[in-house]
């Protein structure tokens, strides 16, 4: 198994502003998935992150609203930039297990944008 | 949309009863996979069932895949408050990543 620790848990923010989400993972990944969770909604996929290369965005989302690093195959981070109401959402870090599939997740970020 | 959805939307069950949970998806899968989420915290991932099998079980987990109808149902027997949750299905569509169904809210009363 691999433990995520995401932070902020979570944040309150002011409208137009820009926050950035960190996600630690315990041991080397390969991809690592940034996930969107509206409230009351399911998840949505907002990009894949690989080591080394430019993440790979969803349809819908964009690298200029959502600009993700990957510097090490154990961290991420995930930007919320220029935010407004509608950014408010659960922001949830995965990691898959290579040799099952399934995917790990950490504890979410909760941003409530003002 | 590649999004699964899932039936009923939200299920109220006493403890000791058995809770059924239907999901269906639109693409070719490699994979089916069932999570739980409480209060919207992380997902916990429960169990995976592969295109080519058709049943699998994990403790008080029963699940079950039928590619031809694109559908797959999760049974949890005996169900306790503590299994209060939501659940979702996801899909692999074929693809490294996955894509989450619509989820199904369920509340057990003791």
């Known amino acids: 198994s691999a433990v995520i620790s995401q932070k902020p848990s979570r944040d309150i923010c002011q409208r137009g502003t820009s926050l950035t989400i960190q996600c630690q993972v315990d041991?080397?990944?390969?991809?690592m998935f940034w996930y969107r969770q509206q409230p009351g909604q399911s998840l949505t996929l907002i990009a894949t992150?690989?080591?080394?290369?430019?993440?790979?965005?969803e349809s819908g989302f964009v690298i200029d609203k959502f600009p993700i690093s990957r510097p090490n195959l154990t961290f991420s981070t995930l930007t919320v930039s220029n935010m407004s109401p509608e950014d408010s959402s659960i922001y949830l870090c995965?990691?898959?297990?290579?040799?099952?599939?399934?995917?790990?997740f950490g504890e979410g970020s909760r941003l409530t944008v003002l | 949309s590649q999004q699964g959805e899932e039936d009923p939307q939200a299920l109220s069950i006493q403890e000791g009863e058995n809770a059924t949970m239907n999901c269906s998806y639109k693409?070719?899968?490699?994979?089916l996979q069932w999570y739980r989420q409480n209060s919207g915290r992380g997902l916990v991932h429960l169990i995976l069932?592969?295109?080519?099998?058709r049943e699998k079980h994990s403790g008080r987990l029963r699940v079950t895949l039928d590619t031809s109808k694109k559908s797959s149902s999760l049974l949890i027997t005996a169900s306790r408050a503590a299994d209060t949750a939501s659940y979702f299905c996801?899909?692999?569509?074929?693809?490294?990543?996955?894509?989450f169904g619509t989820g199904t809210r369920l509340q057990v009363f003791p």
């Open positions: 693409t070719s899968i490699n994979n």
């Open positions: 995965s990691v898959e297990a290579s040799w099952s599939g399934e995917l790990f």
């Open positions: 992150a690989n080591q080394g290369s430019e993440a790979t965005y």
């Open positions: 069932i592969r295109s080519n099998e």
């Open positions: 996801a899909t692999d569509g074929g693809t490294d990543k996955l894509i």
């Open positions: 041991s080397q990944v390969t991809m």
